[in-house]
Structures are given as C-alpha cells and as structure tokens.
C-alpha cells in the first residue's frame, strides 16, 4: 500500500505516494532527482547519505520516506540554491583542499552545519567528534577539520566576515 | 534484491500503538529510531509486515529529572537529547555520557535509550549505567501497565521480557543515593561510535570510604548485560581501596562468559573486562568521594 506523504525538501513541498518500505535517501535520489545525497553502506555506519531533518543530521539510508510526512528536509543542493554563490562551509572545502573524490562531501557538509549551528567555533576534537560518523577514504581527514574550522570563523560572527 | 515489503502503522496514542502490535501478531514490530530495526530488515535478519512508528505519540519524548522521583526518559527521548540534557548531565552524568557514547552524531539523532534497551543487544551501551543505578521498565500491554527492573528485562541476545503487543513506554531510574558514584567504561574499534566488544557501568556507594553498596554490571561478555555479583560483594562493607579495586576487577572478568566474535575474542574481553572495571571502579569512587567533600 502506498502512503500519501507531503514534505518540504530545500524549501519546496512535495506530494508524493511512496511505499512504506522504501528510504527518503531512495525518494530523495530516485524520485526528487536529487542524486546530491550519496548511498554508501546503506546501514548507518558512513554518512555519506547524511541530510537534515528538521535541524537534526540524520542517515537518510535508515530513514524511512513515510516517515518524513510533514518533515523539513535540507540536502546539499539547498546549500546553494542558487547554484552559483556557494555556502561558505563548501568554499572553505574547496579552498583548503577537503575535496578529492567527493562522494563523502555532501554528507561532511551537512555534519559541519549541524556542528556550526550550535558551535559555531569548534575544537579539532569537536570537529572530529562531530564528524566521526562520516567516512572518507581520501582526504584523510586533516583537510577536512582545517575546512569546518575555517568555515566556522567565516560564519561567525558574519558582521566580521561581511556576510 | 528487491527491499524486504513491509506496512507501516503511525499512531498517535500508547493505546493505538499497543491495538496495533495486538492486532498485528508477531510480525508486527515497533519501531523507535529504526537505527537497529531497519539495519535488521535490510541485512534480511528480520521480516516484518508491519511497522508501528512510536514517534508520533505526543509526550512519549518526554524526559524529567526530579529529586524525588528521579530521572524518567520516555521511549523516543532521543540519545542525543539524554546525552545534551542539562539535567541529567547534573544529576545523572553517567547516564547523559554513555548515551554519548553510543554510536554517531547521526545516530543519536533518530535513535533512541529505550530503543537501545529493547534491541536487547548483549554490547548494548546504556544497559550496564542504568541497571547498575537500578532502572526500572515502564510497560504498556494489552491488559494494562506493569514495571520491572531493568535486571529482568534482559532474557537473552534480542531477547527482552516483553509479551505480545506490550511497548515499554519510559525507562526509570530513581534518585542517584547519598554517597554514591557512577561511571561507564566502553571499549570498541571505531572509538567510542561503533558497539561496544566490552562496556563496564558501575555505581558504587560510599559512606566514609567504607563501601555500603556496589553494583557491576559488564556488557558485551554474556548472553546479556551481566551483574558481576561475586565482585560485588567483595567490595560491600570494606575499605574501597585500590588493592581492593583490582581484586573485585579481577573477580568480575572471571564472572563473565565472553565469546568471540567480530569486535573481538574471548581472551581480550576478559583481559579487558578487568581493565575497565578498574577504570569505572576507581571513577566511581572519585565522584562519590567529591561529592561528599562538596557538601
Ligand atoms: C552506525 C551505527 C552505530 C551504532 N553504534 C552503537 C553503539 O556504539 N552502541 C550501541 O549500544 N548501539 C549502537 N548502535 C545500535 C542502535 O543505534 C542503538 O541500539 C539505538 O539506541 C537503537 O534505538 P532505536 O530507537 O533506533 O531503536 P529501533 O531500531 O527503533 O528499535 C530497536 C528494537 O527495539 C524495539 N523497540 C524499540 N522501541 C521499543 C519500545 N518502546 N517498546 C518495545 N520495543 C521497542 C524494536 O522493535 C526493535 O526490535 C548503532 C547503530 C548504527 C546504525
Ligand atoms: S549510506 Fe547511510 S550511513 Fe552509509
Ligand atoms: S573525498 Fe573521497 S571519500 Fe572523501
């Protein structure tokens, strides 16, 4: 049986019938067209599949789309809506070099803007706690902290920054 | 491989979702974060048709702190908000650091401590802290309420007491008492974020620095969370010394009965399981001793 759903992903609302066993990393991907959010492992333990539920990071692989009635939804596509001026955590990532294949970077992304939301000048310790969730198999990691940490001082305070 | 097909029930009340486990039978299955439950179904483990989603129960959330009745978590109080909880960081820091500990920011943010508890994993990380504080399950069924300690809910790996169409709706665990301590070690491979291969949660209770009470409980070793109850003993009515520490460690690793397994083998458990209850052993009685020099 499919169930009608209504949920608001990067600020549009969508109408969908889904059923109940099928993944909002599944409906994102499959249905939206919003190939931004990654699947890796499928069972919580990468984070590549991480989006934002409501301002919670969550993996979209164990969560179910039925579930999401009614749920605000952020993807890395609504870190740029625009498309062309990017959100200043995805400048730092290309401007310290956190990039390399970038299939763990939507999910990296989204775990820094959980972290900078609430803790807007992290430590390394709690940027690596933070994203210890999310795998990367290139980088190494040091590039990537280097990146949130910057992205941090840059959102924060925004009057010092000028945006 | 197609995904596994299953229905899903949402209700809005205890009453709705206990009617629907009732009238589902046993391949109805309840579902907190679903961070255990659909990793289950989609390594083909489990088969439901149908799953009842306990989040949309208004105030099942809740979670209070009271100095009389002590700290209740209701069943889809999330990990990460008894971790970040103000109160309980207070009042029951062991209880806030070992849902910290348990698995990854993600994680923490759909799954839940009850969830922890009725997924009945022996490595469960948030069983060894509340039974040692003495929790008790709330439970909602077919023919009413009833509570047990969280001692007796464990029957086996996945197995709890729980009966057909019975939820358990809240945790509890009463006033921390005067002189005592807590704390939880864990060990794993990822850190702290992946389960645990040996977890030890003490609480010791401390009058002077004679020990009037002690509870061990060691997870990951045995079919469940496991009092360590010969330890125990050694350490009720004497001086918690380190020496003392070391024996009662020793004592409760040779309680245990690990396996092994992929997190790790049989020896290094009870190697470890030694080892960490001297580090929870040792904090415990550091707390209990800080708090009543505070006074
Ligand atoms: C990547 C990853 C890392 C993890 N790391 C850890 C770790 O470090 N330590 C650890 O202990 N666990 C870990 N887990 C396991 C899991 O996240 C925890 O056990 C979590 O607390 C489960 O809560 P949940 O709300 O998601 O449970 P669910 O998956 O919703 O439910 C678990 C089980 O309990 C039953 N259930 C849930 N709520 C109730 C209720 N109120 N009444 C009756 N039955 C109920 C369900 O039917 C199911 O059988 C990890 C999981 C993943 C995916
Ligand atoms: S794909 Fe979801 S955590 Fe790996
Ligand atoms: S850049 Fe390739 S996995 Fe992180």
């Given at each position: 049986m499919k169930h009608d759903i209504s949920l608001t992903v990067n600020g549009d609302t969508y109408t969908l019938a889904v059923e109940a066993w099928r993944t909002l990393n599944e409906v994102l991907r499959e249905d939206l067209n919003l190939t931004g959010t990654k699947l890796g492992c499928g069972s919580g333990d990468c984070g590549a599949c991480t989006v934002i539920v409501d301002g919670k990071s969550v993996s979209s692989c164990l969560t179910l789309a039925v579930e999401m009635d009614g749920r605000r939804i952020l993807t890395v596509e609504g870190l740029a809506p625009s498309g062309e001026t990017l959100h200043p955590i995805q400048e730092a990532f290309i401007e310290k070099g956190a990039i390399q294949c970038g299939f763990c970077t939507p999910g990296m992304e989204l775990s820094a803007l959980h972290l900078l939301k609430t803790n807007p000048l992290p430590s390394d310790t709690q940027i690596r706690s933070a994203i210890s969730g999310n795998l990367c198999r290139c980088t190494g990691y040091n590039k990537i902290v280097d990146a949130i940490a910057e992205a941090g001082r840059r959102m924060d305070p925004p009057s010092k920054t000028g945006r | 491989m197609p995904a596994a097909q299953f229905d899903y029930i949402a209700p809005t009340t205890v009453d709705e979702a206990v009617a629907a486990l009732v009238n589902g039978g046993k391949d109805t299955r309840v579902m907190a974060g679903g961070t255990d439950l659909i990793v289950k179904i989609r390594h083909r483990m489990l088969f439901p048709t149908c799953i009842v989603n306990l989040k949309r129960i208004a105030g099942l959330d809740a979670i209070s702190v009271d100095k009389k009745n002590g700290l209740t978590i209701g069943a889809t109080a999330l990990l990460a908000d008894?971790?970040?909880?103000?109160?309980?960081?207070?009042?029951?820091?062991?209880?806030?650091?070992?849902?910290?500990?348990?698995?990854?920011?993600?994680?923490?943010n759909m799954g839940t401590v009850v969830g922890n508890l009725c997924n009945a994993s022996p490595s469960a990380d948030n069983a060894p802290t509340l039974m040692a504080m003495g929790a008790t399950v709330d439970i909602a069924g077919p023919s009413g309420g009833r509570s047990m300690p969280l001692d007796q809910f464990f029957q086996g790996p996945g197995v709890t007491a729980l009966e057909t169409g019975e939820i358990v709706i809240a945790v509890r665990v009463p006033p921390p008492p005067a002189g005592s301590g807590t704390a939880y070690h864990s060990l794993s491979q990822r850190g702290k974020l992946d389960c645990s291969a040996v977890g030890v949660g003490t609480m010791i209770v401390l009058n002077d620095d004679q020990c009037t009470d002690a509870r061990i409980i060691v997870g990951a070793c045995a079919p469940v969370p496991m009092r360590t109850r010969a330890a125990e003993k050694m350490l009720i009515g004497k001086r918690m010394t380190d020496t003392l520490i070391r024996q009662a460690a020793q004592t409760a690793s040779e309680e245990t009965s690990p396996i092994t397994d992929v997190r790790a083998s049989a020896s290094y458990r009870w190697k470890m399981v030694a080892v960490l209850a001297i580090r929870a052993l040792t904090d415990a009685r550091q707390m209990a001793l800080r708090k009543s020099t505070s006074k």
């Open positions: - | 008894v971790a970040a909880n103000k109160g309980i960081r207070r009042h029951y820091p062991t209880v806030a650091e070992a849902a910290g500990a348990t698995a990854n920011v993600q994680v923490r």
